[in-house]
């Protein structure tokens, strides 16, 4: 929490019980209750610079910075002037201290803007305006419609009967859907009367404040009364309140110490691998840096015995030896802390910043459709996006676009939907341009349904009794809820997508379902009203797969209309229509190569007698106290037998574009992808053949549906053991030791082919206990594509959190709905879908753009760039800050180990920040080793940042070296070449301040060339970074050197006229060109030979793009390929539970009269308005989850606040 | 991050399409290719060549001879002698002779040399105060605390100066040659003892009080007292030119330069062609050497020398840099060879290329 929201809890004793008396300000404020002001910012105005300084004091760098300095003001030690730590310590300080300003005054906006919301309180009987900072615990608040509700609420009463609010609570918990709460009577019986409710002066005794957002315990205690209170009467703030006019609370929690606030410390902080990588180096780093100290030190301490002690007649000083390397460990501290470089941390954010630009400003990310483009809201991660090895995915709204069409339909054995062209006979594939379907004969036709073959609408109007029969059945056998608020303005609330796009389709072929009641369907049958009686609901569920309906025709004849998984009906199907069985079963084949989901339609009609024996039965079965659920089945098996096929029908669950072909090169780059849904297994199934997760050319895709722990474990053994016969016991498991933790490692085992592996959620539930996830862990990443259908929120965290700790593999989850964001704040990266649903998702993801397609680009192309530009940048600084340290090492052997510098201490001071700054942030901020086609051309480029091969302990390693022998010849040489000589006037060549210029010039021209060797990309800004740094090193050099800056302090400007003395003379220019050749040609040489010798896919890209010379291949979109064979699949994606409801009345509210307080109530009807997103299908008549411009709520400010730590 | 653009469109939030945001700029990128890597090598490898040989002719034409005269002949008294500190007064003359093998053609220069003295010591180097050397009166009184104890003041409180350790170890040997030539009578080696420092050195770094006609140098110098090792003060350096007095005395400002390293030289005089037998250069034949021998090396177990050098366009004698060059063109072709020897074995035709 922050600093201000610690205050309180440090503050107060923890508290026990809250006892809150209603309308007694002053009783309430003797508990020092917070109030309802939130403070998300972390200072103000005179706080700011202590604070900030302090917290940038605590990291590290910045701590040993501060330590150096101290270091420095010991005139005993300090080996360099102040300046040179205090100049990049200031530079760095500042940067940060800016961009925490810019943060924090966004929050205080943010918190201003929340604070002052109004909301009415009930203050003396009067309503009064107030703001939401001035509400505190004890007052009664009233809300109106679309109002967040201002903080923890006990609920009073409301406008709606029986006293119900229906509230969203998405930004709670996710779930997007309405939820009830409902009042006590005896508060609900105060409705809006204002006098009764400012006399009420029940007590309140509740828990405490606490994080549990699905648990409250408390009671109310109103006179003599008392009341117990659970969450069923608590609104928590976060929610927003839809559908209820006006409702009036009391408040419990106020600000920060409501549940929505406590539950704000989970968004944790992520970290890239390089990151983690970065602080075991820093270790290590400080371990060489001691080291070379000690050495050091030792050295001094020789030498002192040796020599220095008959040095004293010239030099006088302490003759304690010991003393003296003891200080000399600390001045070599001092001159050697280059190689901890403080601007390192500085330079990564910078890039990454710089590189999440990039993904914002990308046009091939944006979709125009939407308006909506791609933006990295975390700008720390962004080299991790080129190292993904698992991709975590949802797939209603991310893969699919969550829109259901009727597609086509199969009737008495001939098939609709296709479009065939006149001349050649051949379908065609359907196409924007092509008209629709008119059905304007049809007032209450849906305009947004299309429909292409007009042989079916023929057929409607032809009135063919099949197709009659069809849409009949169609419009009869549902449980969808329609809504009519005014004539002809139908809404349709389904609860799953594709009931919904069956009834709208029926509705514009002219049977029109109009409303429901908990007896009769009244439908329009090609404009004529008819009412059928509905007298039973066989309802779906998991193992029927089916649902039928039994009604009364308005003649009177009873009919059973059934609909669901062809498997199952056509085992109960008359065999008199075996012939036309064959028919249908030939279409539900091509349907399902298709991709499309499929039902089979069927009816039988009734004899009075037999049904009504039959409802005796079933109101017998209903009543059962023992064994309902099965009495009932078997009742249900019985009457559903014999049926009359009518035929079937095919609904498209649309793929977002480009799902296919982005799957296709994810997996082409290595990557794993495991859909994770919430969808049963037939669906998730289909989906995954239609969006090439599972193919046919696959050897084996394996199904683990098991109902025990031992079938599961059994049968991933055996997938595993099919796969990898080889494959050993217990071998999997390396130890590997991170910091001290020891998590087990599984090791990647390879498997003998290409293999899928589909899971369904009951199993998942056995595979996810920690005496089965290794095994699971192991058989599923020997796959190449997993899926897990059924999947709670939970459990799709449990998923990635395996992974996330077994393997040593980046993960990315994307989705686009609340129930994905468990997974996404679980993943390393957090992908959101915006655009589509709710902005949950998006709102805790790292990064979100609108369609999945964007993802290869974002993987492929930002995610290698970023983290290649990275690993360059990080390898180049190291060799260039370890090149320029390694060679005061080198010298503290000629200088008596006195701590004496090689360079200016201009020279240090500006090295790092002005000298070689621009170049290195130019070259990781432009780099490309080829462009972003090729990048897409060839997926394979992505391996290598899976492997990490580009930055590792090794390549540190080797940098070290590298530097090494950098600092030896950048040492060495000139001293051998000055050595012992003259210049050409005849003085004398090695003055310390000459030799510290030609160092200095020969460092500063290596690492120069050394950058170009690394540069493969040099835009206009590169040369002028690189040039002009260059530049700057003579100009810089020559101006510290003048006679004017000695003048104005001739002890820092000692250097004076050194430049121009020196740099003329051949010898020097000479030294600095063989030092050049030296330390880069070996370079050169050795990367010329890798590449032709063991060529990474880089060098073998590159060379294929030098030898065409082409532009950058277009990226091309693979048409889908479609597999031949039938995948079955029931497309209902709906659980049990709407069939009693139909039929309970609980929800199908007829208005209800005035009632006694002489409030109107409006004339909208209530009733159930389930808007979730299995309500989500968009043929429907209104735009599903309207994106509106919510204000972000305070818990989303809060996590801004969260991950906005540099 | 996004900026909410101002406008509200259909395509409002769509990024500019600038090469810069998408990453298009038109850029150079090379690669590592046999056309570009093998001519490089090769390239390099004669040009290094060339210059190696070039250095090595320019080389073998100048010539340096070095004279140590710690305690050799005649010296090895005077060695003795400033073993002990408190004969640091007493003077002590020596002769050391040497022969000339060769004409030392054009400018001769000559060096004193010591070795084993770190004037790179960090704490040595600090012990000066620049600003006390560019002669601004406030800091002539109050030496840096720079120049610490014992160098800043004296026992009696009076500042030093010049303060600090460097100035205080003044070398303070002085030498004259002699020739001795077969036929002719002996002939004292004139020597340029002034004018040998750089120029931004005696002009800007170096400047002395200010003074004028009635306000002596030594006037400036009121208050101040003589480094504790000198013998004489600073601003009666060297006698025979008043001009060349005070800080900027080319001998002190030379010293003042420290080395980077413990063996040194540093320019003590060159040769005056204008007269006798040395128009030419150094003539060969007999020197001797007369010195004064008063700076004390054996405490650190240091030497002393003289040397005599010429120059080229490329400065004084320098064996390692012809060498180098050599090496490192043979090195490069070799690894040329190997290097087109890969190509035409693996690169040529791209065999570890495919994919």
Known sequence: ?1206 | MVKKQAGTGPLSRRPDNSAFKQQRLPAWSPSLTAKTVLPTFYILSLVCLLLGIWLVITVENTYQLKVDYTNSGSCERCFELRKNATNAKIPCQCFVNFIVPKLFQGDVFFYYGLRNFHQNLRRYMDSRDDAQMVGRKKNLKTPSSYCAPPFDYDAGGVPIAPCGAVANSLFNDSFSVTYHPTTARSALVPLYRKGIAWYTDKNVKFRNPPTNGTFTLQQAFEGTTRPLYWQRPVYDLDQSDPLNNGFINDDLIIWMREAAFPNFKKLYGVLSRSQGPFTEGLPAGNYSISINYNYPVEYFRGGKEVVISTVSWFGGQNHFLPIAYLVTSGLILVTSFVLTAVYVKVGKKGKNMEE
Request: glycine share 6%.
């Open chain 1, 1 to 1206: 929490m922050s600093f201000f929201g610690l205050d309180w809890t440090r503050k107060k004793e923890k508290e026990v019980e809250r006892k809150i008396r209603a309308n007694d300000r002053e009783y309430n404020s003797s508990f020092k209750y917070a109030t309802n002001a939130i403070q998300t910012s972390k200072y103000n105005i005179i706080t700011f610079l202590p604070l900030n300084l302090f917290e940038q004091f605590q990291r590290i760098a910045n701590a040993y910075f501060l330590f150096l300095l101290m270091l420095q003001v010991i005139p005993a030690i300090s080996s360099l002037s102040w300046f040179t730590t205090v100049v990049p310590l200031v530079l760095v300080l500042c940067m940060t201290a800016a961009k925490d300003a810019i943060d924090d005054i966004h929050r205080h906006r943010s918190d201003r803007q929340v604070n002052n919301r109004k909301v009415n309180v009930l203050i003396n009987g009067k309503l009064v305006s107030e703001k939401w900072m001035n509400v505190q615990v004890g007052d009664i608040i009233k809300l109106e419609n679309n109002q967040f509700v201002t903080a923890d609420l006990l609920l009073l009463s409301s406008s709606e009967p029986l006293n119900l609010v229906y509230i969203e609570t998405a930004e709670l918990d996710g779930e997007t859907n309405l939820k009830v709460k409902q009042s006590l009577t005896l508060t609900g019986d105060m409705t809006d009367n204002l006098e009764a409710l400012s006399a009420f002066n029940g007590e309140v005794c509740c828990e405490p404040p606490n994080n549990r957002l699905d648990r409250f315990t408390g009671t109310l205690t109103c006179g003599t009364q008392k009341h117990s209170l659970d969450n069923e009467r608590i609104l928590l703030r976060g929610c927003t309140i839809r559908n209820t006019d006006w409702c009036f609370g009391l408040v419990l929690f106020a600000g920060p110490e409501t549940k929505l606030m406590q539950n704000c410390g989970k968004s944790t902080f992520k970290r890239t691998s390089i990151d983690r990588l970065m602080n075991v180096l820093v270790l290590f780093i400080f371990g060489l840096l001691a080291l070379m100290c000690i050495i050091l030190a030792v050295g001094n301490a020789i030498w002192e015995y040796k020599e220095g002690s008959k040095f004293t007649v010239f030099l006088p000083r302490d003759q304690n030896k010991a003393f003296s390397a003891f200080l000399t460990f600390w001045s070599y501290i001092i001159i050697l802390n280059t190689v901890v470089p403080i601007s390192l941390y500085v330079s990564m954010e910078v890039i990454r910043l710089g590189n999440s630009y990039y993904i914002n400003w990308d046009r091939n990310m944006y979709h125009a459709r939407s308006d909506t483009p791609a933006e990295a809201r975390t700008t720390t991660l962004n080299e991790e996006l080129g190292q993904i090895k698992y991709i975590f995915s949802d797939k209603t709204g991310t893969l699919t676009q969550n829109i259901m069409t009727f597609n086509k339909c199969s009737i008495n054995g001939q098939c609709y939907g296709d479009v065939i062209d006149h001349y050649s006979g051949q379908r065609l594939e359907i196409t924007e341009e092509m008209t629709p379907v008119d059905f304007s004969f049809n007032r209450l036709a849906d305009s947004k349904f299309l429909f292409y073959d007009h042989s079916l609408l023929e057929a409607v109007k032809l009135e063919s009794p099949e197709v009659h029969a069809f849409f009949r059945s169609l419009a009869l056998c549902h449980t969808v809820m329609a809504e009519e608020k005014k004539e002809g303005d139908l809404v349709y609330q389904a609860q799953s997508p594709d009931e919904g796009a069956l009834v709208t389709a029926t509705r514009s072929f002219g049977f029109v379902f109009r409303s429901r009641s908990p007896e009769t369907v009244t439908i329009e049958e090609m404009g004529i009203q008819r009412s059928y009686e509905l007298l039973a609901i066989l309802d779906f569920n998991n193992v029927r797969k089916r649902m039928s309906v039994i009604v009364r025709n308005p003649e009177g004849k009873l009919t059973l209309y059934c609909k669901g998984a062809d498997t199952l009906i056509y085992e109960r199907l008359d065999p008199s229509c075996s012939k036309l069985m064959e028919a249908t079963t030939e279409h539900l084949n091509e349907f399902a190569g298709e991709g499309l989901r499929t039902l089979v339609l069927a009816y039988k009609d009734l004899d009075e007698e037999y049904f009504s024996e039959w409802k005796q039965h079933h109101h017998e079965a209903s009543i059962a106290l023992e064994d309902r659920e099965e009495k009932l089945d078997k009742l249900y098996e019985e009457i559903e037998k014999d049926m009359l096929l009518i035929g079937a029908t095919a609904v498209e669950d649309k793929l977002q574009d480009g799902v296919a072909q982005t799957i296709e090169q994810l997996t082409k780059a290595e990557i794993k992808i495991w859909v994770l849904t919430g969808d049963k297994q037939e669906t998730a199934e289909n989906i995954g053949y239609s969006c090439n997760l599972l193919r046919e050319e696959m050897n084996k895709v394996f199904i683990v549906a098991a109902n025990s722990p031992k079938e599961v474990r059994q049968e991933l053994r055996d997938a595993r053991l099919k796969m990898c016969p080889t494959t050993e016991q217990d071998k999997f498991l390396i130890p590997e030791t991170i910091l001290g933790n020891t998590p087990k490692v599984v090791e990647d085992e390879h498997a003998n082919g290409d293999y899928g592996l589909v899971i369904n959620g009951h199993s998942l539930a056995f595979a996810l206990e920690s005496s089965m996830e290794l095994e699971f862990l192991r058989t599923a990443s020997m796959c190449k594509s997993v899926i897990c259908c059924r999947v709670t929120p939970l459990q799709k965290a449990q998923v990635v959190e395996l992974v996330k700790k077994h393997k040593k593999a980046v993960t990315l989850a994307i989705g686009d709905g609340a129930n994905d964001v468990s997974m996404i704040k679980a993943a390393h990266i957090g992908v959101g879908i915006s655009g589509q649903e709710g902005m949950q998702a998006v709102l805790s993801s790292d990064f979100s753009f609108a369609q999945f397609r964007f993802l290869q680009r974002l993987l492929l192309v930002h995610g290698r760039w970023s983290y290649l530009r990275m690993c360059k940048f990080l390898r180049y600084f190291f060799y260039k800050n370890f090149t320029f340290t390694f060679v005061h090492f080198w010298y503290a052997f000629f200088c008596g180990f006195s701590a004496q510098t090689v360079y200016d201490e201009g020279f240090i001071t500006l090295y790092n920040l002005v000298y070689t700054a621009l170049p290195v942030l130019g070259l990781s901020l432009f780099d490309q080793d080829v462009n972003a086609g090729w990048s897409l051309e060839f997926p394979q480029l992505y391996v290598p940042g899976q492997l990490s091969m580009y930055f590792s302990k090794r390549a540190f390693m080797m940098c070290a070296l590298h530097s090494c022998y950098s600092s030896l010849v950048i040492f060495f040489v000139p001293y051998v070449a000055l050595y012992d000589t003259a210049r050409s006037d005849g003085r004398d060549g090695v003055d310390y301040q000459s030799f510290a210029l030609i160092t200095q010039t020969c460092l500063t021209v290596t690492v120069f060339f050394q950058l170009s060797l690394d540069l493969s990309y040099w835009t206009v800004v590169n040369h002028l970074f690189v040039w002009g740094s260059l530049g700057m090193f003579f100009i810089l050099t020559f101006t510290m050197y003048t006679d004017g800056l000695f003048r104005i302090h001739p002890p820092s400007f000692a250097f004076i006229g050194t430049a121009r003395n020196c740099l003329n003379q051949s010898s020097v220019w000479l030294t600095v060109a063989l030092t050049a050749v030296l330390c880069v040609l070996p370079v050169l040489a050795y990367r010329y030979l890798c590449s032709q010798i063991s060529p990474t896919i880089n060098d073998k890209v590159r060379y294929k793009v030098h030898q065409t010379k082409e532009p950058a291949p277009r990226p091309r979109r693979t048409k889908l390929i479609r597999r031949s064979t039938r995948r079955s699949g029931y497309a209902f994606s709906h659980a049990q539970g709407y069939g009693d409801l139909v039929t309970s009345r609980r929800f199908l509210w007829r208005p209800q009269p005035a009632r006694s307080t002489g409030v109107t109530p409006t004339g909208r009807s209530p009733g159930f308005k389930p808007t979730g997103r299995s309500a989500g299908y968009s043929p429907a008549g209104r735009e599903q989850n309207p994106k509106q411009k919510v204000e972000p709520t305070s818990l989303q400010m809060f996590r801004a606040v969260k991950d906005s730590s540099f």
